[in-house]
């Protein structure tokens, strides 16, 4: 990452782009910074992730609850307020969202795995 000077986002002139779940959708505010993305993401009700992701995040709940299930079968649940971290290729996990849920995730260079 270079340095990165002080700067504001205006999530409301950030278009919204829908994913496809499984189940649900997803919809993504994303910005791209040197080697970093920064996401607001909002999982409709009855959620599921198309995919198992192997990516490492900085995933912070904003509203809401979901589950993160990783591939051993182990699901963590994250409400309001709760972060986890998780380095690229170190978990397998998908997300779950029962009633919806609005996260702020960061992720890019400084999680690969060395």
């Keep these: 990452m270079s340095n990165i000077p002080f700067q504001t986002i205006d999530w409301t002139s950030i278009e919204k782009v829908e994913y496809k779940g499984e189940t649900g959708t997803a919809l993504w505010q994303s910005i791209q910074i040197e080697g970093i993305r920064i996401r607001l993401v909002e999982y409709s009700n009855g ?4 995919h198992w992701c192997q990516k490492g995040h900085i995933v912070h709940c904003l509203e ?4 993160s299930e990783l591939s051993s079968g ?3 649940k994250l409400s309001k307020g709760e972060t986890y971290i998780v380095s690229d290729e170190l978990s397998s996990h998908r997300s ?3 009633n919806g849920v ?6 890019g260079d400084f999680l690969k795995n060395s």
């Design 74 to 76: 182990e699901k963590i």
């Design 64 to 67: 809401g609850e979901f589950i």
């Design 96 to 98: 779950v969202s029962a």
């Design 47 to 50: 959620y599921l992730a198309d």
């Design 102 to 107: 609005k996260l702020l995730i960061i992720d």
